[in-house]
């Protein structure tokens, strides 16, 4: 099984589990810009190859989260579109 195919696995019975409101909170959600500021710091560092190994640790850990996002804001948009 592939990376993204057990993601999947995982994340359609959750999305299944979505109420209409969840769903719609879920896709409107938006990183706060003091989140997204210190991403795009960290992603400049990265650039460089300027980051300390806390730092890596930390901006992993923050794209990671920011995918698993991405893809819970997709599969909960397709289930409203899947709504009458």
């Known amino acids: 099984m592939g990376v993204a195919t057990g993601i999947d ?5 959750l999305s299944r589990c979505l109420n209409i409101e969840s769903a719609r909170r879920i896709a409107e959600f938006r990183v706060d810009p003091i989140v ?3 991403v795009s710091a960290l992603g400049a560092k990265a650039s ?3 980051l300390s190994s806390d ?3 930390e901006y992993e ?3 990671n989260a920011a995918d698993f996002i991405s893809i819970l804001k997709i599969k909960a948009k397709r289930q409203l579109d899947r709504l009458p």
């Open 9 to 13: 696995s995982l994340l359609d019975p």
């Open 36 to 38: 997204q500021d210190r």
């Open 48 to 50: 460089e190859g300027t």
């Open 55 to 57: 730092e890596q640790a």
């Open 61 to 63: 850990a923050l794209i």
